[in-house]
């Protein structure tokens, strides 16, 4: 593709010795909408975070090109700051940073907004409204404590402050959080409306991409991408899921695929979830372990 | 040096004490270099160790005994020489063991041929030819397994030498430096580079005639890329009428090397077991340690390592209980001295009848320590309401880059889980016991099969009171 | 360890402070703090001031002298506290935690003492505000005793900051004595300058159903010595204490926390969280003491420490000393880094690791921000945070309260 705004060419990224992701070519179009689809397990999120710098992962090989610049090399606030976004699943909790002086810090990385003093607040307070989000978070730490749609408008809020040229949200866990499916459509529309960014997302539910005019489609199979079409092909993959795609994706797409179907997938995002909850609320551990009172989780 | 084959032979003059005309007479008791000089006489030793002796007296006289732990004002600082010399008039004799010990033995299944070496009062030959069998097979692999005391008549000598009370020199402290002057039998371990040993080498079957090695020195050093499993003591009490146990342990793990020191400490409940452990870990290097504390009277035990060697790690894993009459403090120390080490500790703590129990820790992360990574968890379970448990763990942390996590948690077992067990048809003394080993189960499964069962009829027996 | 003052060079004294009911190795140099005090002249009284809200009785003192006999308010307070350790029956010393020799020599230099009464089942919304404007070369030392009768509610606030060039030491000892049901907030400010040394002392004492909540948050001076003590004597007594703290430059900060938990089903809680830049220093102890009869009390503890700065070194000493089998008694404590889950979170924002750390040191200033009781604590506190931070800071819209 010609002045693509992101370009991927045959880039492989391992973590802890074991590759995860295998030449990997993927065009985002400027002013584009592309969506990443796959089967659970194939690497998208991970392809999301690469792209980003997240140095969990080692590069391989290949590179990553933005806006003209070879960024493959670059560290993640580099890249932020060149006009990348990744909106993630599940954000990390970052305790001792109210939510107001994150974003004051992350602005600030990007003067070309021009946000500051009153424009930064009446912004900010324009972005809130828009996603119907309490002033009363402004004051909670970062992360802590909040739901996950409550996360989410977190997320989103960055992104609608920062107006990067790409954003990549993360959306594979969203399933049928009817929330947080909300909060994401209404940003990305008002994304779209106030700056036209590019938009690449990582799904693996297609009820997020009912209202939006997508361009292309890529779909990701253990670790490679296996089909790239029109927005046509998450029609196809709705009536037929991933199956077709197995011969391309080779020996290990077989594991990967049993088991998806729409239904079958919505089934076990929601058992997933309360299966989680179920752990999270009592800690594993001997019997004696219940007894004892235990301090909260030290890092 | 030939074993006696039991210690009535054994040349109680040693111990003597010869009145001299310098007017010694009046301190009839006291520590003097010439006990000392005896002592060394008697062992044949190099002038070296004889100096150590001399310097490690001197240094004794000058520091004071701690005051931050548990009173020790049950042994007799005055009459410190007594504790050197079993008390001639003791008849070391079956007779003379008290009636609680052998009722423990019996409780807990020790054969008839062991409860005399257990209790000081004999030894025994089947234990020789384990341990002698135990050498030999070692030696095939290229592992030296012998007294110290032998192995400094050996060619070992110089090895010795070189590590001998550098790791715990005499003026750490008080208990250290009485060591210094009048440390006897032990054993010595070297595990030459790459060699793996199969099997855990155990202590309790290295002979030591003269008692139940109270001021025992254990000296092991694990070359490179070697890998051993040392175990040391056993569940049954030990027994010794001279009530102070003084004893240390210094393990030198090397490059990549690995070491697994487990014990079960279960000195008889008379006992102050004021006890020096220490390893010091090289780079890649890994120390386990493995700890049971039940016995003892007083004890002040605090197995420390030092990590000075980048990416050298170490592991604690550890459980004390302390009974009616007790008062145990212990725990660990560990200072990371070096890039990219790491500590995991995990320790649990009983108190019953009584007992005095304080888990009591000092973490030490130096500036070199950059990327250093600790977690230490401490679990107290309390019996009963007429008990005491503490915890007191310090942290000293130097380097920026690091992450230190630390965990304790003190109750006692969940009314809950009590009427659970209960109301299955348990009796409340065995659903306590039964939650008491679950509690216990971190320590006894690192500890081989036929120990691990020991230290189960060791806590059933400490459930039931049955142990004076 | 010998109780006395020990008097060095001419007309100095060194006192022993913060040490913990129970010690630990010597060589950890955990155990306590040698503090020396010149002795100096005292500040003018009216460099303290004292603003009472009506519905509290309250006697406000000026002292130009050092003293040693016991005041009128001395006595007030010892009544109170006889009147309280009879009604809820239990017996116990009156402790603070610097320790009796800092307590008595703060109350032997205190330039103004404050005691304040809360009146039976009177509830007081606004707050008693105590402001030390410390002078420079001067020690600016202020006594507040407080009995809170049986129901009540009263808030008190102190404040200690410098406008002086130069340096001196600043310092308070509160007594707080809770009857039954009573219901104290204790909030203590610090934003000293560099150079000045601050002693701040708390000793409380509680009886059935009584609370104190104290708020500490230290973010100034040289050298800050700390000290809390609470006697959770009575029935279902409750005390949290929630510490914030900045160190900074070749700060020191020395922190004893002493919770005695002799009620039965009282509950204790500590909580100090902090941010540790450049070389500064910081050591804190904090034992929760469960003793025999405290039937069904909870005692929980959490340490926070964040270290940005390559010289920073931090002593925690947490310690749970229990006697009793029907509690619970927990404590955790984290230090270290920004943990790298966060740190790559951050980066992917545009933060480089360097702007993620300068985030968590002005986020310290402005969670003190967030928490300030009034205007004139907010800009105390933006004062200090440009010192600190090197730049002009200006707080965050509606992030007081």
């Known amino acids: 593709m010609e002045n693509a705004l992101l370009s991927i060419r045959q880039l492989n990224a391992s973590a802890d010795e074991k590759r995860i992701l295998h030449d990997i070519d993927l065009d985002v179009a400027r002013g584009g909408i592309d969506v990443l689809m796959g089967p659970n397990g194939a690497g998208k999120s991970t392809l999301g975070q690469v792209i980003m710098g997240d140095p969990a992962y080692t590069v391989t090989g290949g590179s990553v090109v933005f806006d003209g610049q070879d960024v493959t090399a670059l560290s993640s606030e580099k890249r932020s700051r060149a006009g990348m976004f990744l909106s993630f699943q599940t954000p990390v909790e970052v305790p001792g940073v109210p939510l107001t002086s994150f974003l004051k810090a992350i602005v600030a990385q990007h003067p070309e907004l021009g946000l500051r003093g009153k424009r930064y607040k009446a912004r900010l307070a324009e972005v809130m409204e828009a996603l119907d989000f309490d002033e009363s978070y402004l004051n909670r730490e970062l992360n802590v404590g909040f739901s996950g749609g409550e996360k989410k408008k977190i997320e989103m809020l960055q992104l609608l402050l920062l107006e990067p040229k790409l954003a990549i949200l993360d959306e594979t866990d969203s399933g049928l959080d009817v929330d947080a499916l909300n909060v994401v459509s209404r940003a990305i529309a008002a994304y779209r409306e106030s700056c036209a960014g590019s938009l690449l997302i990582i799904t693996h539910n297609t009820r997020i991409l009912e209202h939006l005019p997508v361009d292309r489609t890529h779909v990701m199979v253990a670790g490679r991408i296996v089909a790239e079409d029109d927005a046509t092909l998450v029609d196809r993959i709705n009536a037929e899921g991933f199956e077709g795609f197995a011969d391309v994706a080779g020996e290990n797409a077989e594991t990967m695929l049993s088991g998806w179907d729409s239904a079958a997938n919505a089934t076990s995002d929601v058992a997933a979830a309360s299966m989680a909850g179920a752990e999270a609320a009592s800690p594993a551990g001997t019997p004696v372990s219940d007894a004892v009172a235990l301090a909260g989780s030290a890092r | 040096m030939s074993a006696p084959s039991s210690v009535a032979e054994v040349d109680r003059s040693l111990y003597d004490f010869k009145k001299s005309e310098e007017g010694f007479e009046r301190l009839a008791e006291g520590l003097t270099p010439d006990i000392v000089r005896e002592i060394s006489a008697r062992k044949d030793e190099p002038a070296w160790m004889l100096e150590h002796r001399l310097r490690s007296l001197e240094i004794y006289h000058q520091l004071r005994v701690p005051d931050w732990g548990p009173s020790i004002d049950g042994l007799d600082m005055d009459h410190i020489a007594t504790y050197v010399k079993p008390n001639t008039s003791q008849k070391s004799d079956w007779e003379s063991v008290p009636e609680d010990i052998k009722d423990t033995f019996e409780r807990l299944g020790i054969p008839q041929a062991e409860r005399s070496y257990l209790a000081g009062v004999g030894a025994q030959y089947d234990s020789e030819l384990v341990y002698h069998n135990m050498q030999e097979s070692a030696l095939a692999q290229g592992v030296v397994y012998s007294g110290i005391e032998e192995a400094l008549h050996g060619d070992y000598a110089e090895l010795i030498r070189e590590h001998f009370m550098k790791l715990v020199p005499p003026t750490d402290h008080k208990f250290a430096a009485l060591h210094g002057a009048v440390w006897s039998g032990g054993s010595f371990v070297y595990v030459p580079a790459g060699v793996h040993m199969d099997y855990p080498l155990q202590s309790y079957f290295r002979l030591n005639a003269k008692g139940a090695g109270q001021f025992e020195h254990t000296l092991i050093i694990v070359e490179e890329g070697a890998d051993l499993h040392f175990i040391e003591g056993c569940s049954a009490p030990k027994y010794n009428v001279a009530n102070l146990h003084a004893g240390c342990v210094e393990l030198f793990v090397g490059k990549g090397a690995h070491l697994r020191y487990s014990t079960i400490e279960n000195w008889s409940k008379n006992m102050y077991n004021l006890n020096t452990k220490r390893a010091k870990v090289e780079d890649g290097g890994q120390i386990e340690w493995v700890s049971g504390s039940f016995g003892s009277h007083v004890s002040y035990l605090y197995p420390m390592s030092v990590l000075s060697g980048r990416g050298a790690s170490c592991e604690f894993t550890g459980i004390t209980f302390a009974g009616a009459g007790q008062d145990l403090d212990t725990g660990c120390r560990v200072v990371l001295a070096a890039p990219d080490t790491s500590c995991a500790v995990s320790t649990k703590s009983l108190s019953k009848g009584g007992g005095v129990s304080t888990f009591r820790s000092g973490i030490t992360v130096t500036e070199q320590a950059e990327g250093a990574n600790v977690s230490v968890s401490c679990q107290s379970l309390m019996l009963d309401d007429i008990s005491r448990s503490d915890t007191i763990p310090a942290m000293d942390v130097r380097a920026e880059h690091v992450n230190v996590g630390h965990e304790a948690s003190i109750g006692r077992i969940g009314d809950d889980m009590l009427f659970y067990l209960m109301s299955r048809g348990i009796s409340e003394q065995e659903a306590s016991t039964m939650v008491v080993n679950g509690f216990a189960n971190p320590v006894s499964k690192e500890l081989p099969l036929e120990y691990a069962v020991e230290m189960n009829n060791l806590i059933k027996l400490e459930m039931e009171g049955a142990i004076g | ?401």
């Open chain 3, 1 to 401: 360890m010998d109780a006395s003052c020990r008097n060095g060079a001419a007309g100095t004294s060194t006192i022993a402070v913060n040490r913990p009911p129970a010690i630990t190795w010597h060589r950890m140099h955990m155990n306590e703090t040698d503090v020396a005090l010149p002795e100096r002249a005292l500040a003018n009284p009216a460099s303290i001031t004292c603003v009472v809200p009506s519905g509290l009785r309250f006697l406000d003192e000026e002292i130009t002298e050092i003293a040693d006999s016991a005041r009128a308010g001395d006595r007030a307070l010892t009544a109170a506290f006889d009147h309280a350790r009879a009604s809820s029956g239990h017996a116990g010393e009156w402790e603070t935690g610097l320790g009796e020799q800092a307590a008595a020599w703060l109350a032997g230099h205190a330039v103004r003492h404050l005691t304040l009464e809360a009146p039976a089942n009177r509830q007081v919304p606004d707050a008693t505000v105590v402001r030390i404007d410390a002078r420079a070369g001067r020690d600016t030392i202020a006594l507040i005793d407080v009995v809170a009768r049986a129901g009540s509610q009263m808030r008190l606030v102190v404040q200690s900051d410098s406008r002086e060039e130069g340096s001196g030491l600043a310092g308070s000892l509160v007594r707080i004595v809770a009857e039954s049901g009573a219901r104290v907030e204790l909030d203590q400010l610090q934003t000293l300058p560099d150079g000045w040394r601050h002693l701040d002392d708390v000793g409380i004492y509680l009886a059935d159903d009584a609370r104190v909540d104290a708020t500490q948050t230290v973010l100034g001076a040289s050298a800050s010595y700390i000290g809390l003590a609470c006697n959770l004597a009575g029935y279902r007594s409750s005390c949290t204490v929630d510490t914030r703290y900045v160190g900074h430059a070749h700060g020191a900060l020395d922190f004893n926390y002493v919770m005695r938990q002799r009620g039965a089903k009282s509950r204790a809680r500590l909580m100090a969280n902090g941010v540790l830049a450049d070389a500064s220093r910081k050591i804190l102890r904090g034992t929760i003491d469960l003793a025999h009869g405290c039937k069904g009390a909870v005692g929980r503890e959490a340490e926070n420490v964040l270290l940005v700065g390559e010289k920073a070194a931090n002593r925690t000493l947490p310690v749970i000393l229990c006697d009793e089998d029907d509690v619970q008694g927990d404590h955790g404590a984290t230090i270290g880094h920004v943990n790298p889950e966060q740190l790559g979170y951050l980066r992917m924002r545009g933060l480089s690791p360097e702007q993620a750390e300068a985030l968590f040191l002005r986020a310290a200033f402005d969670r003190a921000v967030g928490r300030a009781s009034d205007g004139r604590a907010r800009q105390a506190i933006e004062r200090r945070a440009s010192a600190v931070l090197g730049e002009s800071y200006e707080a965050e819209e509606g992030s007081a309260r």
